[in-house]
């Protein structure tokens, strides 16, 4: 029976924040003064958007959990008012390359790229009704496409500044340099020689703060979203179980590999009560496993995304069947069904056709295979490609992960610790739990 109540995840290793790009100084301050965010501004246009993914390793978040395009669009669909925030599902280009979804894919709204002001109602009108976009600007395109490259969750958010029935003046893209700062000469030159300049400008300004306003609330909103609401079928949440009996660091390392091979944004360490595989419950009792894991898996190195750890399988009583850790994970948000990869040893996976309802299971979740020793890659691939075969499963051959192998022997582990000595890889944490409690027969063979 699965409990209706699970206690919540503790996380041991949050993820690196999101970060905002601005393509223009003035949207960079706005969002300062009403977001929470880092922040920093790429410059006008697709080419600028470029330059800052390829200088990522000057970026103030390293491996940020999602990136943000943030500023201000012109809007093409006359019910957008100006002034609106609007969050981006899809990325478009005016030379009709297919589009790119924008991290939220889920929403209507779209953004068609042009690769200069679009100014007039006219053009607006007619660059709606060839793409059917909600706004236009100069970079989503180009962000949506560097972000997919990248693997990085993304998101556009838009402030419309003029609507689809406003016209902006003329010549405003050379009153930005390449840096989106404003050119104050050339401003000052251009009112000189067209007076009637200052007043159109003065009429755009505050629609554009209330629209990088709205926007700003909006991109910071995004950051709400825990790491799991962020996992998807491309960025999976990876679920890693077993006995961890004792956790070791290699477990953690191939946790830290296994994400980042997958690109996921959380992984979910989650001791089992009882493997209904093995013969004994194991020898450590829950409390104790738990803190060996706490210690153990806090250890994976920042900017890895966030790594939880759930007791949801030791406080449900009976055997710890995945097919029901895995239903109440998807009952609790549906959108993760399809969206969870197991991560599993080469040893274990060949049991598959006895795990409890595993069909079901796996219409719920994919594995996430690692090589264990003595097993090799060959022999994996080869055992999943006659599984694949034999059970109607054409892709068990890509469940196999491109990660290192994992040679590790918890039974070799507790009869060292059982000869009283300490095996290399325990966690300074974990090792005091083994000491403290006696745990494996600590020092009973010596």
């Known amino acids: 029976m699965v409990d209706a109540h699970p206690a919540p995840d503790e996380v041991l290793r949050h993820a690196e924040p999101p970060l905002v790009l601005c393509p223009l100084g003035f949207e960079r301050r706005a969002f300062r003064r009403f977001g929470k965010l880092p922040c920093v501004t790429t410059g006008p246009g697709a080419d600028a958007i470029r330059r800052a993914f390829a200088a990522r390793d000057r970026w103030p978040v390293a491996q940020p959990s999602m990136v943000i395009l943030l500023g201000v669009a012109g809007g093409l669909d006359p019910a957008l008012p100006s002034g609106a925030a609007v969050l981006i599902g899809r990325a478009l280009a005016d030379d009709g390359a297919p589009p790119i979804d924008s991290g939220l894919p889920f929403l209507p709204a779209s953004a068609v790229a042009t690769t200069c002001i679009v100014r007039t109602p006219e053009a607006k009108a007619a660059l709606r009704a060839a793409t059917g976009a909600s706004v236009v600007d100069l970079e989503s395109y180009a962000f949506a496409s560097c972000a997919h490259s990248a693997g990085l969750p993304r998101a556009i958010v838009r402030g419309v500044s003029d609507g689809a029935r406003d016209t902006l003046p003329e010549g405003l893209d050379g009153l930005i340099d390449a840096r989106g700062e404003t050119r104050l000469s050339r401003v000052i030159a251009s009112i000189l020689r067209r007076p009637t300049l200052l007043s159109e400008l003065v009429r755009l300004a505050p629609v554009a703060r209330a629209a990088m306003r709205d926007a700003a609330f909006a991109a910071d909103a995004l950051a709400l979203h825990d790491a799991v609401a962020r996992c998807s079928r491309e960025r999976p949440l990876l679920l890693f179980g077993g006995s961890f009996d004792p956790p070791h660091a290699r477990h953690a390392t191939v946790l830290g590999e296994a994400m980042l091979a997958l690109r996921s944004p959380c992984g979910l360490v989650m001791p089992a009560a009882i493997n209904p595989l093995k013969s004994a419950t194991p020898p450590a009792d829950p409390t104790a496993r738990l803190a060996m894991c706490r210690a153990t898996f806090a250890a994976i190195p920042a900017g890895l995304g966030e790594v939880r750890l759930s007791r949801r399988e030791l406080d449900r009583a009976g055997p710890s069947y995945t097919i029901d850790t895995i239903e109440a994970l998807c009952a609790a948000r549906p959108a993760l069904r399809g969206a969870i990869r197991m991560l599993v040893g080469s040893d274990a996976i060949r049991s598959i056709e006895r795990w409890h309802r595993w069909r079901e299971l796996l219409a719920l979740a994919t594995p996430a295979v690692v ?61 005091a739990e083994i000491e403290r409690r006696g745990l494996y027969r600590f020092g009973e063979a010596r």
């Open 371 to 431: 090589v264990r020793p003595p097993d090799t890659r060959a022999e994996t691939e080869a055992f999943l490609e006659d599984l694949g075969a034999r059970a109607g499963i054409p892709d068990a051959a890509r469940w196999l992960l491109e990660v290192p192998a994992v040679d590790l022997s918890s039974t070799g582990i507790r009869d060292a610790i059982a000869r009283g000595q300490r095996p290399e890889g325990l966690d300074d944490g974990a090792w």
